[in-house]
């Protein structure tokens, strides 16, 4: 008996919609940028940016050797996404007319440069619930509740890592909400 079986339609299509949904709900790059880190894996989204970079450079009436030497793509791919802009392609021309000409730069990027010890703990988050949950805490708390954070953490061994890292947390946090 098999664990998993096919989504009937209408589950496949409630799932789509929510889909649709979470796309819409985001209204800036930066927000986009954490929906799709969280969503997907690096080589999943930079090969959904190839389709639409091909989809523009097709558009914008490239060849198909020039896009495949920039993009570093191969015929096949580049024919898929023509077929696709020559079966319909109407959410390529959509992104095509609005998106802005000038994209932000290394934003994408930046995010996934995270140190190796947060590369671990997004890894393995079991293993690190205590410091997570602390992170949270510190995150989401008032002045007054992180008042008390700092006061409580001053009584601690200040030469302990915990304490320097949620003391650090505290002062950036501090820094951004005044």
Not at 2 to 7: N, R, S, V
Not at 26 to 50: G, H
Not at 60 to 85: F, H, M
Not at 131 to 145: C, F, G, H, S
């Amino acid at each position: 008996m098999k664990k998993y079986t096919t989504l009937s339609k209408e589950t496949q299509h409630e799932l789509l919609g929510e889909f649709c949904d979470a796309l819409c709900a985001v209204n800036t790059t930066n927000e986009a940028v954490e929906l799709l880190t969280d969503l997907l894996t690096p080589s999943e989204t930079i090969m959904l940016a190839k389709r639409i970079r091909i989809a523009k450079l097709l558009l914008n009436g490239k060849d198909y050797d020039t896009i495949g030497e920039s993009l570093r793509v191969s015929q096949s791919t580049i024919a898929k996404v023509a077929a696709w802009l020559a079966e319909s392609g109407e959410g390529f021309r959509l992104v095509e007319k609005r998106a802005p000409k000038n994209p932000a730069k290394n934003t994408f990027l930046s995010h996934y440069e995270k140190s190796d010890w947060d590369k671990l703990k997004r890894r393995y988050p079991m293993m690190f619930w205590p410091q997570l949950i602390v992170e949270e805490i510190v995150k989401t708390a008032n002045q007054k509740q992180a008042e008390k954070i700092s006061n409580a953490l001053k009584k601690l061994d200040q030469k302990s890592k915990i304490y320097k890292d949620i003391s650090r947390m505290l002062k950036s946090r501090n820094s951004t909400t005044t």
